[in-house]
Structure formats: structure tokens, C-alpha cells
């Protein structure tokens, strides 16, 4: 069935210059993110990957490359795929003066999600936002806003999903509750998921290929066993600190 | 499981936000009290000065005892007309202003809340954002002017709607030229953040001395009459004291707020989606509150 489908994501040479004359904050970046895979993208401050999602979700006008987002191209056509696509990040807020119920209603009205009332149940069920539906966004805890976050994020049942470190500062409790979420989602919808993150444990656990951004530019990509035999690492946090270092595994132990 | 499709279109998109701002107010009565607070306050203020000046207080603008005839504000000559002049002017000037700050205030809220970059990663198109901003001055200013007219019959007497049906015209001449200047506005907070968010509360008081709210264009210095005609609202207020000094409809002037407010509308719609766009390669929108 997804064979018949676009891939949720289709990135050729997407480039952002911010000023003439600096460096690229992206630099050339090309790949494709089948429907219903997790794909990471890792690398360290200033590598890169939050002007990427921004470019991806057309809140950035890149200066070269094109994205086509599940067959709409996003320089043309960018609101037929924003109704389809989501996003989460712990750096944007939620208006926190609006209970949870009214941020989701709100998003579900801009969304078009068809019985809204029903789909902000399921949701309030799925999340446990029970205890606090009816308080202001303001007044939750890390855990709880990371949770309506999320919530907000799937309010359209979203067929490509773009995650902004979804689980920052969290606990690990709450960081794997929302890890086990996006598995769940992910399996029983078949959408595809992006997500930007420094936890390397989220990244093995979540992800099937990995893009490993430096100075803007893809410097490696593979699934994470494939990058982990590769580097000749137990884990994808060496790797990692490879990459972002310049280092071998014979440089590191020296 | 995969978005069911979406149901309303731009419709459903535009009362989304509109419900965001009314969910605000719903829960927040000190919210609705500063709707009216100003309004009534310039009214009870310039409703006094008037009442002083024309020497009837106590009595009615329109010498009917309790003031609660709002008729006479159409007869020669006299006192009352330059009462219903200078309280028509308060009122219909509150209506530019409110619809202004109305609309800029409202997307003003969406920046003090962070809450841009999930408005714009949503379907809502620019102009559906401009339309629900729209919409939500038209109720601000619905009852923060409204609760003024409402005072300025029962303290003065003085009916605004004793102008007649073309008093809606007017009106909405007003509220576009409030607009397109909240546009213009929202144009700059896109361009330069939350440092112009002052713009916001005063731009307009600096339009008003050549809006020739309470004096005629001809009080003005000859070369800044083609100033104030470039501005929809002195033809607004020339139209006004026209209904209420000569009794009649002055069709020209209407025609002219119509049209400059056509002009106004488009350039400040033209430098909105500029610097809209120049935000989006800025990379802008995402902190934009900062």
C-alpha cells in the first residue's frame, strides 16, 4: 500500500544561507523519508537541524533545494501538506491562558479534524490529560505540557509528524512514556516521523536511519546498527562524539 | 487513522482563531471590562467638557429635561449641534481606534504567548489569520464603542444613530481604515518583534489631529489639507458634520472613505504579505516574541 503513496518526505539540495557571505546553516541537504519509518536527525548545536525542520514546515524559506512534503511541494503548495503534517517542540508554547481543552479544540478547528468534541476525548483519554483538562496550559508541569504538546501534535491524526526534541528535560519516566506513544502511533497510523533529538538511547530506540548533520551538511546517515558497526561502537552516542569531534575510535581511546 | 479529511475549510480555520481569543475573554472579565473602559471613560470625559461648553448641564444636549431626547441635534444653529458634532466625533473616532487596536492587540496576544510558530506550521493561510484578527475587532470594538453610545444617550442624550442608516457606512469606513493601518502595524511587529508592539497602542492618536475628527479640513493649514483628505476617516467626519449640521447625506465624501480606504487596505495587505514573507526567510517566525 505505501508503495502506491509519495514518500512523506522528498528533501533535494535544501541549502539556508541567513546572510550574505556566512557559512550555510544547511548546506545541500538531500534525503527521503518513506510513510511509516522514524528517521532521526542528530548533530550538535548549530549543526543545523532546527533550521532544517523550519524549512521543512515552511516557516523558512530555503535558499536553494525544494521540499516536497507527502507529494505537495512546499515552495507552491505548502498548505495542502500543513493539514496533514504536525509539530512539537518543547521551544514553541502553547497559549497559556487556554485550558488544555480549549488549546486542543483550538487546533482541531484549525486543522479541520472532522467531530472534534469526540477526537479531543480520545485524546484527553490516550494522553491522561484528565486530571488537568480544564486548567491553563500555564499552570502544567514539564511533563504535562510536553504531554498536551504531543496531544497537540496528533489532534489531526498527522500522516508526517516532525518532532522538535521531543522529550527535553524530561524525566525518564515521562521521556519514556511519550517514546512508547510515538512507537504506538507510529505502528497503528503508518505516518512518518521525523524527529531532532541529543538523546542517543531515544534516537536507537525510535529510529530506523539516522541523518548525522555537522556545519550544516549530512556527514553520514545509516540505521543505527549500521552506524554503530561502522564507527565500531557500542553506542550511538560515540558515534556521535566522533562525528561531532572529527575523531576515530583509535583517536578517542588514545 | 491517518487525518480523516478536514471538514470547514477557511471557514472553520477562521472561527479557530477567533475561538482562541473568545476562550481569553470567556474566562477573563477584567479582559471585557478593558474593552469598555477607555471608550466610556473618553465618553463620560468629553460628554462633561461638551456639556460645560455648551452650557446645559443637567439638562439634556438637546434641552429635554433628563437629556433623554436625543432628537434636535439636526436643528439650526445653536449649541447643540456643536455638542452632537464633538460627541459624534469622540464615538466614531473610538471606532477607528478600537478597530485598530482591536485587530493589532489580538495578534499581538498570539506573540506574547509564543504561539506564532504553531499558527503558522497549522493550514491557517495569511489571510485567514487576517480575516480571524478582523473579525475579533469587529467584536471589540462592537462592545467597547457600543457600551460608549449606549452612556453617551443615556448621560447626554445624544443618539449617534440619529444620523440614519448611512451612520453604518461610516462606521465601517472606519473600521477598514482601522485595519489597514492594524496591518500596517502587525507589518512592522513582523519586521522588527515585540519592540514595536508600542505602535500598537499609540499610532493611531498621532493620525488624529489630521483626521479632522473635531474641526473641519478647512481649519487645517492649506498644505496639510491634501494630507487630511488622503485619509479616510476626514472624509468620514466631514460626512458626519454634514448629517448633523446640514442634515444630509454627503454621498462625496462616502465615495471618497470608500475608496481610500480600498487604497489603504491594499498597500498595508501588500506590506503585510512582505514582511511576511520576508519573515519566513528570515527564519523570524519562530521568535518572533524575543
Known amino acids: ?78 498548505f495542502a501538506a500543513l493539514a496533514r503534517m504536525n509539530f512539537s517542540s518543547p521551544y514553541i508554547a502553547l497559549p497559556h491562558r487556554l485550558t488544555v481543552e480549549e488549546n486542543l479544540r483550538v487546533y482541531a478547528h484549525l486543522y479541520g479534524v472532522p467531530d472534534a468534541t469526540r477526537r479531543i476525548a480520545e485524546l484527553v483519554e490516550e494522553f ?11 499552570q502544567l508541569s514539564a511533563g504535562q505540557k510536553t504531554r498536551v504538546a504531543l496531544a497537540k501534535a496528533l489532534v489531526n491524526r498527522p500522516a508526517l509528524l516532525l518532532l522538535d526534541e521531543p522529550t527535553a528535560s524530561l524525566d525518564p519516566d515521562t521521556g519514556d512514556w511519550v517514546r512508547s506513544t510515538l512507537e504506538r502511533y507510529s505502528a497503528a497510523s503508518g505516518a512518518a516521523i521525523l524527529l531532532a533529538s541529543h538523546n542517543m538511547a531515544e534516537v536507537e530506540r525510535l529510529c530506523s536511519n539516522v541523518l548525522m548533520l555537522k556545519g550544516g551538511r549530512m556527514v553520514d546517515d545509516g540505521s543505527p546498527a549500521a552506524l554503530l558497526a561502522k564507527y565500531g561502537r557500542d553506542d550511538l552516542e560515540e558515534v556521535f562524539l566522533d562525528i561531532a569531534r572529527g575523531r576515530s575510535k583509535a583517536e578517542s581511546a588514545a | 487513522m491517518i487525518a480523516p479529511s478536514a471538514r470547514g475549510g477557511s471557514s472553520r480555520r477562521i472561527w479557530g482563531l477567533m475561538y482562541r481569543h473568545l476562550a481569553l475573554y470567556r474566562r477573563s472579565w477584567p479582559r471585557v471590562l478593558e474593552l469598555m473602559y477607555w471608550p466610556v471613560l473618553q465618553m463620560v470625559v468629553w460628554g462633561f467638557v461638551t456639556a460645560y461648553l455648551v452650557g ?77 484578527l478582523a473579525a475579533m475587532s469587529v467584536l471589540r470594538t462592537a462592545i467597547g464603542v457600543g457600551a460608549a453610545m449606549v452612556l453617551a444617550f443615556v448621560l447626554y442624550g445624544f443618539g449617534v444613530w440619529t444620523m440614519g442608516p448611512v451612520l453604518v457606512a461610516w462606521m465601517a469606513a472606519l473600521m477598514a481604515m482601522g485595519w489597514a493601518v492594524a496591518l500596517a502595524v502587525t507589518a512592522l511587529i513582523l519586521r522588527h518583534g515585540a519592540g514595536a ?19 473641519p479640513v478647512a481649519i487645517l493649514p492649506g498644505w496639510l489639507q491634501p494630507v487630511a483628505l488622503a485619509i479616510p476617516a476626514a472624509h468620514v467626519f466631514e460626512g458626519m458634520r ?28 501588500w506590506v503585510f504579505l512582505w514582511q511576511f514573507q520576508q519573515a ?11
Open chain 1, 1 to 78: 500500500m505505501h508503495g502506491m503513496e509519495p514518500p512523506a518526505l522528498m528533501v533535494e539540495g535544501l541549502s539556508k544561507t541567513y546572510a550574505a557571505g556566512a557559512p550555510p546553516a544547511v548546506d545541500a541537504l538531500s534525503f527521503t523519508l518513506p510513510m511509516g519509518q522514524t528517521w532521526g536527525l542528530l548533530g550538535g548545536n548549530g549543526a543545523g537541524k532546527s533550521t532544517t525542520i523550519a524549512m521543512l514546515l515552511g516557516l523558512l524559506v530555503p535558499s536553494a533545494g525544494r521540499v516536497v512534503a507527502l507529494g505537495h511541494d512546499m515552495a507552491r503548495d505548502r
Open chain 1, 128 to 138: 491522561a490529560l484528565g486530571d488537568f483538562a480544564k486548567r491553563p496550559a500555564g
Open chain 2, 56 to 132: 446645559v448641564q443637567g439638562h439634556g444636549l438637546a434641552g429635554a429635561p433628563g437629556g433623554a431626547t436625543p432628537s434636535g441635534l439636526g436643528a439650526p444653529g445653536g449649541a447643540t449641534i456643536a455638542a452632537g458634532v464633538l460627541l459624534g466625533g469622540v464615538l466614531l473616532w473610538e471606532v477607528t481606534l478600537r478597530s485598530q487596536m482591536g485587530f493589532a492587540i489580538s495578534f499581538l496576544e498570539e506573540v506574547w504567548s509564543r504561539n506564532l510558530g504553531h499558527l503558522f506550521v497549522s493550514p491557517l493561510r495569511p489571510w485567514e489569520l487576517v480575516a480571524g
Open chain 2, 197 to 215: 508592539e508600542a505602535l500598537a497602542w499609540g499610532v493611531m492618536f498621532g493620525l488624529a489631529p489630521f483626521a479632522a475628527v473635531f474641526y
Open chain 2, 242 to 269: 454634514a448629517a448633523l449640521i446640514e442634515g444630509r447625506i454627503a454621498w462625496d465624501h462616502l465615495a471618497w472613505a470608500v475608496a481610500l480606504d480600498g487604497v489603504w487596505l491594499a498597500v498595508a495587505a
Open chain 2, 280 to 290: 519566513r526567510v528570515r527564519g523570524a517566525l519562530l521568535n518572533i516574541g524575543e
